[in-house]
């Protein structure tokens, strides 16, 4: 890309921000006018994500040489979606596995369960608004701004700005320590290379909502991120820092840190596939149209045509003087004149031929 087009995406890429951020702003006050009760959370995680789709899909209209549609926004319907978001889920199951399986094996862990009516009902609310919540994250940190900085910077500059960026925000909101930091980073640059070796959303959309689900809502831990439930779970920690994440949960521990990192490696093994179906940039044609079947297919036939029958030759081998000259002449007619033409040769033969000496 030239630098004009590189910068032009740039321009892109900070509308996009602006209008998340003026997203974020409308359906927070959008959710509390309509509702102060607790269906509020799940409402503004729906505006939100509407907001965003419609602003980005606009855009990805608005703008040359962009894909229209959700295939723009990184959520393109195609065969094996679902698969993908589950490839996803599994992975950030087993990464929040990882984490909170040395606390739970040293018994540090208190869990306390709430089985009122109540909690059911702000459970199914919790699962709503984190559906969401995380999918409107993708789209905003991983979806179309994400697509036009690459264009703008290449992939590599791109993901490491972007996982600054999202951790950056994704810390804000809660006292954050220096752990917290390093996995929403680390978790930044996993969610990135889910997409760029995919070209969709749907592994880190499953990968992000499995991670938050069952940290937050599955075990009942605190999450570092600005997203708050109430679950049926709660569950304390009483060890070391170092191992629970204390009030910042497993996010906040050195094994969170460990995971994190191990995850980039995971994610590159699991997505082999897909990034070998997917992965690659759309390849746009130019030049002139040509259609390779119906030439090939003209070439086949003109090779496998019927050949043209010959007639066949006979070979006849005439002495001349002692020597044998083959010669080629076509087959004779079909007559008695050769044969009474060769008995008038042989005896002129006869009657030239000398006779025996006398003695």
């Not at 399986?101 to 009122?116: E, M, Q, R, W, Y």
């Not at 690459?150 to 909101?173: C, D, K, Q, S």
């Not at 959303?201 to 991120?225: M, T």
Request: charged letters at 15%.
């Amino acid at each position: 890309m030239t630098f004009l087009e590189r910068l032009r995406s740039l321009g892109w890429f900070l509308a996009a921000a602006a209008w998340f951020l003026f997203s974020d702003l409308v359906a927070q006050r959008a959710a509390s006018g309509l509702t102060q009760g607790n269906a509020q959370e799940p409402l503004y995680r729906w505006f939100l994500l509407f907001l965003l789709v419609f602003g980005y899909g606009l855009m990805s209209r608005l703008g040359p040489h962009l894909k229209p549609g959700t295939k723009g926004l990184g959520l393109d319907r195609r065969p094996g979606w679902r698969r993908e978001f589950a490839l996803g889920a599994a992975l950030g199951w087993a990464g929040v596995v990882a984490c909170v399986l040395p606390a739970a094996l040293s018994g540090d862990l208190v869990v306390t369960f709430f089985t009122n009516p109540r909690q059911w009902w702000m459970l199914a609310l919790d699962v709503i608004a984190l559906a969401a919540g995380t999918l409107a994250v993708e789209v905003a940190f991983r979806g179309w701004p994400f697509q036009r900085l690459v264009e703008a910077m290449g992939p590599a500059l791109a993901t490491l700005f972007m996982a600054a960026i999202y951790a950056i925000w994704w810390t804000h909101a809660a006292p954050a320590t220096t752990a917290t930091v390093l996995v929403a980073f680390l978790l930044g640059w996993v969610l990135a290379l889910g997409y760029l070796r995919t070209r969709a959303l749907w592994v880190s959309w499953g990968l992000h909502f499995a991670w938050s689900a069952v940290l937050g809502i599955a075990l009942g831990l605190p999450l570092a991120g600005p997203m708050s439930y109430s679950p049926i779970v709660v569950t304390n920690s009483r060890g070391p820092v170092w191992v629970s994440g204390g009030l910042q949960g497993p996010e906040g521990s050195a094994f969170g840190v460990l995971v994190a990192f191990l995850m980039l490696f995971a994610v590159v093994k699991v997505t082999s596939e897909l990034k070998h179906r997917y992965g690659y940039e759309e390849i746009v044609p130019g030049g002139i149209a040509v259609d390779l079947d119906a030439a090939a297919r003209r070439q086949h036939e003109a090779a496998m045509g019927a050949a043209t029958a010959q007639e066949p030759q006979l070979v006849q081998i005439v002495p001349v003087q002692g020597s044998a000259v083959a010669q080629v002449d076509p087959p004779p007619a079909a007559s008695a004149e050769p044969e009474a033409v060769s008995e008038e040769a042989a005896a002129r033969a006869a009657e030239e031929k000398p006779g025996p000496e006398a003695t």
